[in-house]
């Protein structure tokens, strides 16, 4: 155990511990490298008396120093820091080094203790055995790890094949009512020229006649200009071409109408959404789902396309009249005599 001045021999003024990287001063002091000025951005002035240090702050280190602070060290780490005892004891009770002083004072009363020997012991068989179950349970977590990143794999996977395939839906969707829109835009078109059509000719039909009235009206006005009569005859029937008056005055307008084709472009007019939605329901493949089936009941089957499930038929049981014993198929019976086929087994 070293002695108290023997260890302040080993401990630096300045920082008040082992040396650590110690160096000798000119004027015999010794101090941690860290615990004074390098020299270089400042004077090397001994802390404890003062003398100035060599320029250039270049110090060796003292090999023996550090050797004897390093050997201190590890006896200090043997000591009780509130004893100056060696530690000899571990307190199972508070998992912790001890020394006979620490024992039997009244902080570790009615503590268990071990000697450092056997307690390393203990400790290292204990910790070999828990290696064991701790190698199996890194194994396990391995495991673990192992299947998360494949179900991360799968995840990301069928992530992917989901947007391809919701892609190419309502591509699908896209397309089909893109090309609706345009023949129903089309069709419309013809139904609006059509209508057009009508319109115009009757348009054209209108204006005819209230031109032909328009001119006769001018004509009428002319001849009621004439003065006498025989000129008044003459005008009017060199004007009319044997038209009587009453022809001539005969009311067109009752003759002629309104073309009003209001372009009734039912049912896509009141209920365009609705129709689609049904048209699109024509066109729609619905992606047939293969059954899996995970159960322990023997009742049920699936079929080999695996898209439907059946009942399995029964099976006869049968009877041994020599047994006196119903079995559930012939050759459970091993007597030999002949067994009746009964009822199905329910």
Request: charged share 30%.
């Given at each position: 155990?070293?002695?108290?001045?023997?260890?302040?021999?080993?401990?630096?003024?300045?920082?008040h511990?082992?040396?650590?990287?110690p160096?000798?001063?000119?004027?015999?002091?010794?101090?941690?490298?860290?615990?004074?000025?390098?020299?270089?951005s400042?004077?090397?002035?001994?802390?404890?008396?003062?003398e100035?240090?060599?320029?250039?702050?270049c110090?060796p280190?003292?090999?023996?120093?550090?050797?004897?602070?390093?050997?201190?060290?590890?006896e200090a780490?043997?000591?009780c820091?509130?004893?100056?005892?060696?530690?000899?004891?571990?307190?199972?009770?508070?998992?912790?080094l001890?020394?006979?002083?620490?024992?039997?004072?009244e902080?570790?009363?009615?503590?268990k203790?071990?000697?450092?020997?056997?307690?390393?012991?203990?400790?290292?068989?204990?910790?070999?055995?828990?290696?064991?179950?701790?190698?199996?349970?890194?194994?396990?977590t391995?495991?673990?790890?192992?299947?998360?990143?494949?179900?991360?794999?799968?995840?990301?996977?069928?992530?992917?094949?989901?947007t391809?395939?919701?892609?190419?839906?309502?591509?699908?969707?896209?397309d089909?009512?893109?090309?609706?829109?345009?023949?129903?835009?089309?069709?419309?078109?013809?139904?609006?020229?059509?209508?057009?059509?009508?319109?115009?000719?009757?348009?054209?039909?209108?204006e005819k006649?209230?031109s032909?009235?328009?001119?006769?009206e001018?004509?009428?006005k002319?001849?009621?200009?004439?003065?006498?009569?025989?000129?008044?005859?003459?005008?009017?029937?060199?004007?009319?071409?044997?038209?009587?008056?009453?022809?001539?005055?005969?009311?067109?307008a009752k003759?002629l109408?309104?073309?009003?084709?209001?372009?009734?472009?039912?049912?896509?007019?009141?209920?365009?959404?609705?129709?689609?939605?049904?048209?699109?329901?024509?066109v729609?493949?619905?992606?047939?789902?293969?059954?899996?089936?995970?159960?322990?009941?023997?009742?049920?089957?699936?079929?080999?396309?695996?898209?439907?499930?059946?009942?399995?038929?029964?099976?006869?049981?049968?009877?041994?009249?020599?047994?006196?014993?119903?079995?559930?198929?012939?050759?459970?019976?091993q007597?030999?005599?002949?067994?009746?086929?009964?009822?199905?087994?329910?």
């Amino acid at each position: 155990m070293a002695s108290g001045s023997y260890s302040e021999d080993l401990t630096c003024p300045a920082c008040h511990t082992f040396f650590t990287d110690p160096v000798n001063l000119p004027c015999g002091h010794a101090f941690c490298r860290g615990c004074i000025p390098d020299g270089v951005s400042s004077p090397l002035y001994c802390p404890q008396c003062g003398e100035a240090g060599p320029e250039g702050g270049c110090l060796p280190t003292s090999l023996i120093l550090k050797s004897l602070s390093e050997k201190a060290k590890a006896e200090a780490a043997e000591m009780c820091p509130e004893h100056e005892e060696k530690l000899k004891l571990f307190c199972v009770t508070d998992q912790q080094l001890a020394c006979i002083i620490c024992r039997d004072g009244e902080k570790h009363e009615g503590h268990k203790f071990k000697p450092i020997k056997e307690a390393v012991a203990s400790l290292r068989q204990e910790l070999e055995k828990g290696m064991e179950t701790f190698s199996g349970d890194i194994l396990a977590t391995e495991s673990l790890a192992k299947s998360q990143r494949e179900e991360l794999t799968k995840t990301k996977a069928k992530s992917q094949q989901l947007t391809t395939q919701i892609q190419r839906e309502f591509k699908e969707m896209h397309d089909f009512l893109r090309k609706r829109e345009k023949e129903i835009k089309k069709e419309l078109k013809y139904k609006e020229e059509d209508a057009v059509e009508k319109m115009s000719k009757n348009l054209n039909a209108i204006e005819k006649a209230l031109s032909d009235s328009r001119e006769l009206e001018q004509k009428l006005k002319s001849v009621l200009k004439t003065g006498d009569a025989g000129s008044l005859l003459k005008s009017w029937s060199e004007g009319n071409s044997k038209m009587t008056p009453e022809d001539a005055l005969r009311p067109r307008a009752k003759d002629l109408q309104v073309v009003n084709d209001s372009l009734c472009f039912d049912p896509y007019e009141s209920h365009l959404q609705f129709f689609m939605w049904k048209e699109m329901l024509q066109v729609i493949k619905p992606r047939e789902e293969l059954l899996s089936l995970q159960s322990n009941s023997s009742d049920i089957t699936l079929s080999d396309g695996g898209q439907s499930l059946f009942p399995k038929s029964k099976q006869a049981a049968v009877y041994c009249s020599s047994c006196n014993v119903t079995y559930d198929r012939p050759h459970d019976c091993q007597s030999g005599a002949d067994v009746q086929e009964s009822l199905p087994v329910d």
